[in-house]
């Protein structure tokens, strides 16, 4: 998947007028990107790739929330707030921490502290397995999510297909000729609920891979999607990107694979891509981290459970 199939058209050129250049010009209002752009504090390869395996290791926060514990304190191991601390490990928080500050599920922020910031209660005290062996990797099969991320993925009007291909070609995201549909159950198996999605977009497997192979390609191109590198057909849903340079939509969606197989245990190639471009290059591409771990984020919840259907005003 170094190099992808995906097709991208735009001209190298000039991009001044292109929905990728318009969407840079709205940096300030995304502050992760106005922190990590514009501060460059992830500016060299190297620290860039430091905080994908970083991120990769937190599997039990959100990718956003992992990186910004990452960008608060980089050596934390394990972070949870004061009564899970206590509560679950028989820990407190020592006096005068300061805490670190990720977003809380349906609320506004969430104040936790990492276990350098902690002490024991009691001799019952313990710490958390991830503390004892923070690099300990999984060695995973895929599961249900496969079937899952493509039963969420009709939603958006995105077909999945697997067929017979070369060895070379792992897959590919294409615009979808219009004039057809594909059916997204928003209800649930024992009261389903069928819905008709314009199909917008096609995806294409290589039958002859492993389905952990396919489950790595489906990541990569669904990235290249909700990147935002094909457009979008409601730029509240995700970003229109077009008119980023091939390099950086790569970039960016190996960075999503990487992030969301690593998390699951599953081995990709990923890793190789990204090994080698800091190898090779001493500063990352003009990306954007935000886009990046949003979109690793929501390929995780599509492999975890039913999604309910796109509002046309969804923010």
């Known amino acids: 998947m170094g190099v992808s199939d995906t097709r991208f058209l735009f001209d190298e050129d000039d991009q001044s007028d292109s929905p990728a250049a318009a969407w840079d010009h709205d940096v300030s209002r995304r502050a992760l990107d106005e922190l990590f752009v514009l501060a460059r504090q992830y500016k060299s390869s190297r620290e860039y790739h430091d905080l994908l395996q970083f991120v990769a290791r937190f599997r039990f926060y959100s990718p956003f929330n992992a990186m910004l514990v990452h960008a608060q304190m980089p050596g934390a191991t394990f972070v949870a707030p004061p009564h899970r601390w206590a509560r679950d490990y028989g820990r407190r928080i020592k006096a005068g921490q300061r805490p670190l500050v990720i977003l809380q599920p349906k609320g506004p922020v969430m104040f936790v502290f990492d276990a350098i910031q902690t002490e024991p209660v009691d001799e019952h005290s313990r710490v958390p397995p991830q503390v004892d062996r923070p690099f300990e990797v999984l060695r995973g099969k895929i599961g249900s999510e496969f079937d899952r991320s493509i039963e969420n993925a009709k939603r958006d009007g995105i077909e999945i297909a697997v067929q017979q291909a070369g060895s070379q070609s792992a897959g590919l995201i294409r615009t979808a000729q219009p004039g057809r549909n594909v059916r997204f159950n928003s209800g649930t198996r024992?009261?389903?609920?069928?819905?008709?999605?314009?199909?917008?977009?096609?995806?294409?497997?290589?039958?002859?891979h492993s389905r952990e192979a396919q489950y790595a390609t489906l990541i990569h191109e669904l990235a290249h999607l909700y990147c935002g590198h094909l457009g979008s057909p409601n730029t509240r849903w995700w970003p229109d990107r077009r008119g980023l340079r091939e390099n950086e939509c790569e970039f960016e969606a190996e960075s999503v694979c990487y992030l969301v197989c690593a998390r699951r245990g599953i081995e990709n190639p990923s890793h190789k891509y990204l090994a080698g471009y800091v190898v090779a290059n001493a500063d990352t591409p003009a990306i954007s981290l935000d886009c990046v771990m949003k979109t690793a984020g929501l390929i995780e919840q599509m492999g975890r459970g039913a999604l309910k259907l796109r509002k046309k005003d969804e923010a």
């Open 190 to 208: 024992s009261e389903p609920r069928w819905e008709t999605i314009p199909l917008r977009y096609e995806l294409l497997l290589n039958a002859n």
